[in-house]
């Protein structure tokens, strides 16, 4: 059976790094959380999480879920009174969030399954007083930024790091069924190469209904080739010690870690890369 079917997620504790607590499940069955980010310190930290649920890879449609907990373990809907934590519904996975200086949310997701905005990549954002009402572009950017991570300069700006998409995602024609297009996709896409960039995400309000030049490359990563593009971030511990969050540091510093495949040329295609070594 080749069907995505995500099971559980666990967690444990230590205290110590040596000696760790039974594993036990956390989140819905069958969630895949994409990204947790802390605000705020001490008693006033909130934790934050975007994950998404259902049948990516299938024909069924996928939730976006956006949620916020205090101890990590037991997470709730981001508006008091809300029963749902689910902000999108439709072929979005792998979304990464961050919050602009005024507190506002803006998001990226990649949307790998298609819905009725299309193929490729959708932007969010969310007012500081509605953080779980998400208005998506109303046509899906064409490109797919895969494995996306956000964050937030001294100034202001949202960085993206993600994978380097030069070339369309969304390249079956739109007189095919739907799935014979989001079919045709997935194999274009596993045949194009693959490379690694930081891109600047512009303001919300220029991003207009189809987000045309709302991202921006900044530069590609070197040595980033085949099987690449899955970033791991986090500010440096000086930038980090005098935020209040991941916004706001003294300094913009970030640790930044990524694979590549260690054996092939820029021009080869992602799945040639993802079945050679690879490394970090």
């Known amino acids: ?7 559980h997620v666990f967690y444990t504790s230590s205290k110590d790094g040596c000696e760790w607590g039974t594993p036990e499940k956390v989140c819905y069955e069958g969630e895949v959380p994409w990204e947790i980010k802390v605000y705020g310190k001490g008693a006033e930290a909130i934790a934050y999480k975007s994950s998404y649920l259902g049948d990516h890879y299938g024909s069924e449609e996928v939730l976006v879920l956006f949620e916020q ?19 999108y519904r439709g072929g979005i ?21 298609g819905d009725s905005s299309g193929f490729g990549t959708q932007l969010f ?23 996306p991570r956000l964050a937030c300069t001294n100034a202001g700006e949202i ?27 997935l194999v274009c896409c596993s045949l194009l190469p693959k490379a690694a960039a930081v891109y600047r995400l512009a303001p919300s309000e220029e991003w207009g209904e189809n987000g045309a030049g709302a991202v921006q490359l900044v530069r590609c990563f070197e040595h980033c080739v085949g099987d690449t593009g899955f970033f791991s971030v986090v500010p440096e511990l000086d930038a980090a010690d005098n935020s209040e969050g991941h916004a706001g540091a003294s300094s913009d510093g970030w640790v930044v870690a990524n694979y590549t495949s260690t054996t092939c040329q820029s021009h080869a295609p992602w799945i040639y890369g993802q079945m050679m070594p690879s490394h970090v």
């Open 1 to 7: 059976n080749s069907q995505f079917k995500p099971l």
């Open 93 to 113: 996975s792998e979304v990464s969030f961050e919050f602009t200086k005024s507190g506002d949310l803006v998001a990226i997701g990649r949307n790998e399954d």
């Open 125 to 147: 954002h969310a007012r500081r007083e509605s953080l779980g009402t998400w208005t998506p572009l109303k046509v899906s950017l064409p490109w797919r930024f895969d494995s």
């Open 69 to 87: 907990s205090k101890d990590g373990v037991k997470w709730s809907p981001v508006e008091a009174g809300s029963e749902s934590s689910v902000v």
């Open 159 to 185: 960085l993206l790091f993600a994978r380097y998409a030069p070339n369309r995602y969304s390249l079956a024609p739109s007189w095919l069924p739907f799935m014979r297009q989001k079919h045709v996709n």
